[in-house]
C-alpha cells in the first residue's frame, strides 16, 4: 500500500504533542503511539496512522525542558531533528509547531533579555520549517491553564516578539490561505478539545491542496 502524507508535530518536551496526536486519530483508544518508523534517522522517529485517517503523523521527539536529559542528549536530539527536517521535508504536506502558552514569557525573556541562544528557540524552529518549505500552524496549546487576560498577555507577547524577529503571525481566522508571507497560529486546549475541529478542517485543506 502506498505511504501516506505525512503530518509533522513538533516541539518542546511537555507541550501536549502525543494529546494533540490521539486527538487527531478516528480511534484514539486504540492509539498507542509505537506503530512504523520514520527511515532516515537515528532517533526512534515513529509515524503513527489507522486505517481511517488519510494521512499518517510523524511526532518528532521533544527537545528542552527535559529535567533528566543531560546537556549532550538535548544537543543530540536536536541535531538529528534537523538533519531529519533536512533530508525528509519532502514527505511533510503540513506541520503543526506546538507551543505551552504558560512558557512564553519564560522563551522570550531568555532570548531577547538574557540574550541565550536556546537553540531551536521557537521562532528559530519556525523559520528552519518554512526554509524547508513546509507549510506550517503555531498551536499554542493549554489555553485553559490561563485567565482570559493572562492569555491574552502571553499571545501578544509571542506574536509582538516573533515580529522583532521577522515573523508575520497572525491569527488562522485572519489568514490567507495562500499567503507565505504570513504565518497563522490557533489557541488550542487539548484537555478541552478547544478548536479541535477548526485544527482538523486546516489539516484537511492542506491535505486537499497535495492531491489538487
Known amino acids: 500500500m502506498k505511504e501516506k502524507p505525512s503530518l509533522l508535530i513538533i516541539g518542546n518536551s511537555n507541550v501536549g504533542k502525543s494529546a494533540i496526536t490521539r486527538l487527531l486519530m478516528p480511534n484514539p483508544r486504540k492509539f498507542k503511539g509505537k506503530s512504523g518508523k520514520k ?9 503513527v496512522s489507522q486505517p481511517n485517517l488519510p494521512y499518517q503523523i510523524v511526532d518528532l521527539p521533544g527537545f528542552g525542558f527535559m529535567k533528566t536529559a543531560s546537556h549532550r542528549r538535548e544537543e543530540h536530539i536536536k541535531k538529528q531533528i534537523v538533519i531529519h527536517i533536512e533530508n525528509h521535508h519532502q514527505d511533510y504536506f503540513f506541520g503543526l509547531v506546538v507551543i505551552n502558552i504558560l512558557r512564553i514569557d519564560d522563551e522570550i525573556d531568555k532570548y531577547f533579555i538574557k540574550n541565550k541562544k536556546t537553540i531551536p528557540l521557537s521562532f ?3 523559520d528552519f520549517l518554512r526554509e524547508n518549505y513546509i507549510p506550517i ?3 499554542i496549546n493549554k489555553i485553559d491553564k490561563l485567565s482570559n487576560v493572562d492569555r491574552i498577555k502571553n499571545i501578544s507577547l509571542f506574536i509582538e516578539s516573533a515580529k522583532e524577529y521577522g515573523l508575520n503571525i ?3 481566522d485572519k489568514h490567507i490561505l495562500n499567503n507565505k508571507e504570513e504565518i497563522p497560529y ?3 486546549s487539548a484537555l478541552k478539545k478547544t478548536n479541535l475541529e477548526k485544527l482538523k478542517k486546516t489539516i484537511q485543506q492542506f491535505l486537499n491542496k497535495i492531491k489538487s
Open 39 to 47: 527511515p532516515g534517522s537515528s532517533l526512534l522517529i515513529k509515524s
Open 124 to 126: 528559530e524552529l519556525i
Open 137 to 139: 500552524i503555531i498551536i
Open 170 to 172: 497572525v491569527h488562522l
Open 186 to 188: 490557533l489557541e488550542f
